[in-house]
């Protein structure tokens, strides 16, 4: 068995997964999942080391991730988006960890944030080594996951466990529901070490759909599923969780990111419709409640 694979869902962007495919090793196997049959047959001839699994017909978005990394037949498991990067000496750095914490079921590196044009800015990382047994790793991301998929090296049997990505979610948290699962259901490490480049995109999905209701509906299906598996789990080495104050704190923080680009976007008056047509997270922190009302109705 290869020690490590990296998983690639791609849809119709040639150009930015040969250059994340670059930055791939030789010996390093790849699993592209094509979703709607777009890489072109030049691309795919570059990379002996690929493998591409092409869907005439276009499928679902996590559809197309899980796909990519049922593929895989490692030990462990590395997921990029097709647009993000690796750093030089990614691979070194994953592997010496990977023999450091054989036991742990999910390596946390950080990352850089790139643009569409490459330019690079902060992104996050870990401050120091940290190291959690199930369920702790939790604690670190309770209230929303600062990692980004191509900084998270997971092992491919807790995947196959917990059954890879929710494709329930059709806007966000999918990637961030199964990172929280994992760090619930086995070891973690946070490495401070920065392993790859995450791509931000001018006008992309969170800016254009987290003022919305349906964002904040499945933002309460991720944490009502989350919790309800945080509770049992601290249960069992006999610690407790409020499940409601952890609710709301997530709702009210996406709350909060959706006025203000609402009031950026559409003013008091628009930022004040969409608060009106959502429930109000009354469970979460004060200080929370008070910046999301400030937020309403201040410039």
């Given at each position: 068995?290869?020690?490590?694979?990296?998983?690639?869902?791609?849809?119709n962007?040639d150009?930015?997964?040969?250059?994340?495919l670059?930055t791939?090793?030789?010996?390093?196997?790849?699993?592209?999942s094509?979703?709607?049959s777009?890489?072109?047959?030049d691309?795919?001839?570059?990379?002996l080391?690929a493998?591409?699994?092409?869907?005439e017909?276009?499928?679902?978005?996590?559809?197309?991730?899980?796909?990519?990394?049922?593929?895989?037949?490692s030990?462990?498991?590395?997921?990029?988006?097709?647009?993000?990067?690796?750093?030089?000496?990614?691979f070194?750095?994953?592997?010496?960890?990977?023999?450091?914490?054989?036991d742990?079921?999910?390596?946390?590196?950080?990352?850089?944030?790139?643009?569409e044009?490459?330019n690079?800015?902060e992104g996050?990382?870990?401050?120091?080594?940290?190291?959690y047994?199930?369920?702790?790793g939790?604690?670190?991301?309770?209230?929303?996951?600062?990692?980004?998929?191509?900084?998270?090296?997971?092992?491919?049997?807790?995947?196959?466990?917990?059954?890879?990505?929710?494709?329930?979610?059709?806007?966000t948290?999918s990637d961030?529901?199964?990172i929280?699962r994992?760090?619930?259901?086995?070891?973690s490490?946070?490495?401070?070490?920065i392993?790859?480049?995450?791509?931000?995109?001018?006008?992309?999905l969170?800016?254009?759909?987290?003022?919305?209701?349906?964002?904040?509906d499945?933002?309460?299906?991720?944490?009502?599923?989350?919790t309800?598996?945080?509770?049992?789990?601290?249960?069992q080495?006999?610690?407790?969780?409020?499940?409601?104050?952890i609710?709301?704190?997530?709702?009210a923080?996406?709350?909060l990111a959706?006025?203000?680009n609402?009031r950026?976007?559409?003013?008091?008056?628009?930022?004040?419709?969409?608060?009106?047509?959502?429930?109000?997270?009354?469970h979460?922190?004060?200080?929370?409640?008070?910046?999301?009302?400030?937020t309403?109705?201040?410039?």
């Amino acid at each position: 068995m290869d020690t490590i694979e990296v998983a690639i869902p791609t849809y119709n962007r040639d150009l930015f997964l040969d250059k994340l495919l670059r930055t791939v090793p030789p010996h390093i196997k790849i699993s592209v999942s094509d979703n709607g049959s777009f890489v072109n047959e030049d691309l795919k001839s570059k990379y002996l080391n690929a493998s591409f699994i092409s869907h005439e017909t276009v499928i679902e978005i996590f559809d197309n991730w899980n796909c990519a990394v049922e593929n895989t037949s490692s030990e462990w498991v590395i997921m990029p988006s097709d647009d993000d990067v690796f750093l030089e000496n990614a691979f070194a750095y994953i592997n010496n960890y990977i023999n450091r914490y054989p036991d742990a079921g999910v390596l946390i590196f950080g990352y850089q944030i790139i643009d569409e044009d490459d330019n690079v800015s902060e992104g996050w990382c870990p401050q120091q080594e940290l190291i959690y047994d199930a369920p702790l790793g939790y604690e670190v991301f309770k209230y929303g996951v600062e990692a980004r998929m191509p900084c998270i090296v997971f092992k491919s049997s807790v995947l196959k466990k917990l059954k890879y990505f929710d494709n329930h979610f059709e806007l966000t948290a999918s990637d961030s529901d199964l990172i929280q699962r994992v760090l619930l259901s086995s070891k973690s490490v946070f490495i401070p070490e920065i392993i790859g480049a995450y791509r931000v995109w001018k006008g992309n999905l969170t800016s254009q759909k987290i003022a919305t209701k349906q964002w904040l509906d499945e933002i309460d299906y991720w944490q009502q599923k989350i919790t309800t598996i945080a509770v049992e789990n601290y249960l069992q080495i006999g610690k407790k969780l409020n499940p409601h104050q952890i609710v709301d704190e997530v709702y009210a923080i996406n709350l909060l990111a959706g006025i203000a680009n609402k009031r950026k976007t559409a003013g008091f008056n628009g930022a004040y419709d969409f608060f009106k047509s959502v429930r109000f997270p009354w469970h979460a922190k004060l200080k929370t409640k008070l910046r999301i009302l400030k937020t309403l109705l201040l410039k």
